[in-house]
């Protein structure tokens, strides 16, 4: 049914666009700099999308349109699993990084690099910086991005080559 590979692809673009710019605005508005993982956890997302606008771009060729939601299911299924390692680390399940990273930005206005780098803020991956019903957002990014992937994938399946 070509119902099913469309709303495969409504999905994939309204999912990741939701997840990545839900970030973003926790990040910009929210004042909640991002760690290295939190970052790793946005690549997939912005794979995802581009993966899923071509796949609408080439919704003609429904085999090829289904291939790329297939993949771009895989890249936030990615950015899940990526989320839920870097969930387990925020509850000391396992460790992670050795190391941390700042959110440094460009040393404009006279400002030395130096000054840049001892004003930056310390961002650890081993601590949520937010948390709902005792779930990060690192958790959350997992247990959406899961679900919808999987649900992305069985719909995609159910289409079946337009039989």
């Not at 997939?44 to 085999?63: D, F, Q, W, Y």
């Not at 206005?109 to 948390?131: E, F, H, K, T, Y």
């Not at 709902?132 to 069985?154: D, E, Q």
Request: glycine share 14%; proline share 2%; hydrophobic share 50%.
């Amino acid at each position: 049914m070509d119902r099913s590979l469309s709303r495969a692809r409504l999905i994939a673009i309204l999912a990741p666009n939701a997840l990545l710019w839900g970030a973003i605005g926790f990040q910009y508005l929210g004042g909640l700099s991002p760690c290295q993982m939190c970052y790793w956890q946005r690549w997939p997302h912005l794979a995802a999308i581009l993966l899923t606008l071509g796949a609408i771009g080439l919704r003609a060729n429904r085999g090829l349109s289904a291939m790329l939601t297939m993949l771009s299911a895989l890249a936030i299924l990615t950015s899940g699993l990526i989320g839920g390692f870097h969930a387990g680390v925020e509850y000391g399940w396992w460790e992670g990084l050795t190391t941390c990273a700042t959110g440094l930005s460009g040393g404009g206005g006279g400002q030395s690099a130096l000054d840049a780098i001892m004003n930056a803020p310390l961002v650890r991956c081993d601590v949520a910086a937010w948390s709902l019903f005792g779930i990060s957002m690192a958790g959350y990014n997992f247990l959406i991005s899961v679900v919808v992937a999987l649900g992305i994938l069985t719909l995609v399946s159910r289409w079946k080559g337009g039989a």
